[in-house]
């Protein structure tokens, strides 16, 4: 069965101080993995997506990075904006009509 | 250009009515997502059409929910008979492509969806 598991459930840092989300995924036969940050009361806004183990991609703060089992989002220096929920998704071969989603990790960033 | 949008942002309900949902998606997107959230949950994945079918409905949790998609674009979802497990926030995404080629898939702002 295809599964996403996100860690940590929710991180607090400083800001400035530079950590990273992980992704760990079972599918079979990645299509594709999914980085997209969620705000309060908003849809979940895309931000990367990654096809094959060694990509990687950045934006801003932020840099993904995927293996054949897990993908790391790097946030380095944040800043109180960067607080949101991180939600990974991945897309098998199998099932290409759906993602499925882990259940994301609240990060929050302290001025 | 614009997102994919949705109405209305907020829907509160008595036990037993029916519901109508509607998404608008992104101009030109082929495939059309509907997922549901509930507090503190990840997203559940609904039902995808590609055009106007759907091809996988396999996500729709009983016969109360339905779902349609005219003319290739909007769509509606209705939940019959709605019950309190029922309050969640739907979204509906987007994709320029679907099936074994779909491409990333937009979201739009969900509806807040509060059976009383």
């Known amino acids: 069965e295809d599964q996403v598991t996100q860690s940590p459930e929710a991180l607090r840092l400083q800001e400035g101080e530079s950590s990273s989300l992980n992704c760990s995924y079972t599918?079979?036969?990645?299509?594709?993995l999914f980085w997209y940050r969620q705000d309060p009361g908003k849809g979940p806004e895309f931000l990367f997506t990654?096809?094959?183990a060694g990509e990687e991609k950045e934006k801003e703060r932020l840099k993904a990075t995927l293996t054949k089992k897990e993908s790391f989002l790097h946030i380095t220096a944040p800043k109180p904006e960067d607080s949101a929920t991180y939600l990974c998704?991945?897309?098998?071969?199998?099932?290409?009509?759906?993602?499925?989603f882990g259940s994301g990790t609240r990060l929050s960033i302290r001025p | 250009g614009a997102g994919v949008s949705q109405s209305p942002s907020n829907k509160v309900t008595e036990k037993g009515k029916d519901v109508e949902l509607r998404c608008d998606p992104i101009s030109g997107h082929t495939a059309l997502y509907w997922y549901r959230q509930s507090l503190g949950q990840g997203l559940e994945f609904l039902i995808y059409f590609q055009g106007n079918s759907a091809p996988d409905k396999s996500g729709l949790p009983s016969d109360r929910f339905s779902a349609e998609r005219t003319g290739g674009s909007v769509s509606t979802l209705t939940i019959q008979r709605t019950q309190q497990e029922d309050s969640a926030v739907y979204l509906c995404?987007?994709?320029?492509?679907?099936?074994?080629?779909?491409?990333?898939?937009?979201f739009g702002p969900g509806t807040r969806l509060t059976v009383l």
């Open positions: 998704a991945v897309q098998a071969y199998s099932s290409a009509s759906k993602i499925i």
């Open positions: 599918v079979s036969g990645l299509r594709g």
């Open positions: 995404a987007s994709s320029l492509r679907g099936g074994q080629g779909a491409s990333t898939q937009y």
């Open positions: 990654l096809y094959s």
